[in-house]
């Protein structure tokens, strides 16, 4: 987890969304893990989400999924958004699924991270499959639980079924929360959900935000037209845009689309001079004390003048995905380790040529030159300064 200001939630919540949790307090992104091992989908779930069976809740607390969507967009604002704006959304052409939920940057066990306020019910539909599926995990929410992503809960070293302050950087301003379940929610920014009624006692704004699923229309055409009907201070920005996967893995090389040679030197000494710092989540300076996996490249990257988003997730689409076989140094590795959401990128690292990584692996470890693992590696990316210029706009 990154500096708010280079996150996109803290981006489009703002300001004043902050205020209302108490003053200067800070939702599926992950980062960390190293060649896991791999427990199978029922060991997972027992791992991963706390035992119910002290909970009050009734087993019908939580409606049953029903179709799983897609979340495209996620609009937030500083205050409720309009009933009628929602409406007006709900009902656009090619609009298949809104989801009204409270979001804020928050406190949760000491870290700052994107939190959510939701009805477990009609917002599980919009999880990952594994997330999406587990009862037991939207029961616990519905009963007061606090569900976090499974990097924090990982690599940042919050444990399961532990008791966590959750809320505002005051501390009159928390309550202390189970962790019940360990859940990516496979929302960029997004580390931590709570139940709409935690949400409201905690004093976090009521419905300032929505995902929209739009499976037929290109996400930043429709974000477009919607800008136009979003009350003032409101944002819009898409919901992990796609990768790009060149055919053949071919990418241009002229033209600034990729490094030059001086900027892959400076970005791999960048790197070095990191070796032995230890992993921290969320760390990205010398002032948290260590570096996360995507922590570590931003570093890197920045010495060469190249700002990457903070989160492994977005730093994959830095540039082009090309098979590792193909890899040369300074291009960026990019796996999907994270069991509660298959296929999402949770783990980045520099590569070196010849089988050589640098990367900061886990919670326990320092900044270290490996040898390549490739299980559960999605490939490589090289990386473009245009197109990373483009992910700030």
Known sequence: MGKPSRRTLPTIIGVSVVTTLAANIAVLVVRGGDDPAAPTRSEQQARYVAASGRMSVSPNAVAPLGERLTPHIL???????????????RGAKGVKGVEVVDAVQGMVAGKQVGLMGVDPSTFRKYTPKPTAKSDALWRNVA????AISFTMGNDGGVKLGSEVPVGGRKEQSRARLRVGAYATMGIGDVDAVISRDRARALGMPAGNAMLISVPKAEPRTFIKKLRK??????????????????RAGRVPDAGGQVMTAGQVRTVIRAAYSRLGWPYVWGGESEAEGGYDCSGLMQYAFAQAGIRLPRVAADQARAGWVIPYSKAQPGDMLIWANDPTAPGYISHIALYLGDGKMIHAPRRGTVVRIQNVYTRNMRGAVRVSPKLVNSLHR
């Open 75 to 89: 609009v937030a604002g500083p205050a409720t958004l309009p009933a009628d704006v929602v409406e007006r959304v």
């Open 143 to 146: 009963s007061g639980d606090v």
């Open 229 to 246: 009907v979003l009350p003032k201070g409101t944002k819009a920005v898409e919901v992990n845009p796609e990768i790009d996967f060149p």
